[in-house]
């Protein structure tokens, strides 16, 4: 991903336009004429030997240093504090996480996602001399839900209700951006966040409830503004 910003600028939307000229001397200038980086995950994750793989597979390993930082905390503080600078920057990231909601990203395109492409990453992950012949954009995970089996007959109606929710990546990014802007400790105090997710996403939750659950909870949201 790189900042929008960035990408109109350069008219950015795959990964093959990473090197352009002017893209590749724009990142290098920040350095001092240094080599452009890539900005990657940490060591110990796996992600971090993957992105070496599909970066040597996309030939980009010939233009980009790739950058594994200490921690996860150094890792979004360096992207963060690009976007906080209006400073350029190639990298990746995991969603949902509140820095992908905080500032404006551009996902670059890759090839889409097969079984075959991703089955050789593994291969030259193990074997760090081996290029794959390909390479293609991560998996996009499923979430999955689960619940013990005797609540569908002990309480339909909730059984019913988490078969129904999907809370949505974005709308978890921005609330996770609403959050950390506004100094909510989501971990210790979730009343807030979840107040602001239900105000500003009202097209999502009121396809989980029932009709009459819908005006109840919207007539609770509109006492809280009152409130305030």
């Not at 949902?96 to 079984?115: H, Q």
């Not at 949505?168 to 105090?189: F, K, L, Q, R, S």
Request: aromatic residues 10%; proline residues 7%.
């Amino acid at each position: 991903m790189i900042p929008s910003r960035f990408a109109q600028k350069h008219d950015i939307e795959r990964i093959a336009d990473m090197t352009k000229p002017a893209v590749l001397a724009e990142l290098a200038a920040i350095l001092g004429s240094g080599t452009p980086q890539f900005h990657s995950c940490i060591a110990n994750w796996s992600c971090a030997a993957v992105n070496d793989a599909k970066l040597k597979a996309y030939g980009l390993n010939a233009s980009y240093h790739l950058v594994t930082p200490e921690s996860a905390e150094v890792a979004e503080e360096t992207l963060a504090l690009a976007q906080k600078g209006r400073q350029p920057i190639f990298g990746y990231w995991w969603s949902p996480i509140s820095l992908m909601g905080r500032f404006d990203w551009t996902i670059l395109k890759e090839p889409e996602y097969t079984v075959r492409c991703w089955n050789e990453i593994p291969q030259s992950v193990e074997s760090p001399g081996l290029t794959p012949s390909e390479a293609c954009a991560y998996e996009t995970i499923p979430v999955h839900k689960g619940i013990n089996s005797g609540l569908r007959d002990e309480l339909p109606e909730v059984a019913n209700f988490l078969e129904l929710i999907d809370v949505g990546n974005h709308p978890v990014t921005v609330t996770a951006a609403w959050a950390v802007e506004n100094g909510i400790e989501v971990e210790t105090n979730p009343a807030p966040a979840a107040e602001y997710y239900l105000k500003t996403f009202t097209l999502k939750w009121p396809k989980w409830v029932s009709a009459d659950a819908a005006k109840r909870l919207e007539a609770s949201l509109a006492l809280s503004d009152v409130d305030a």
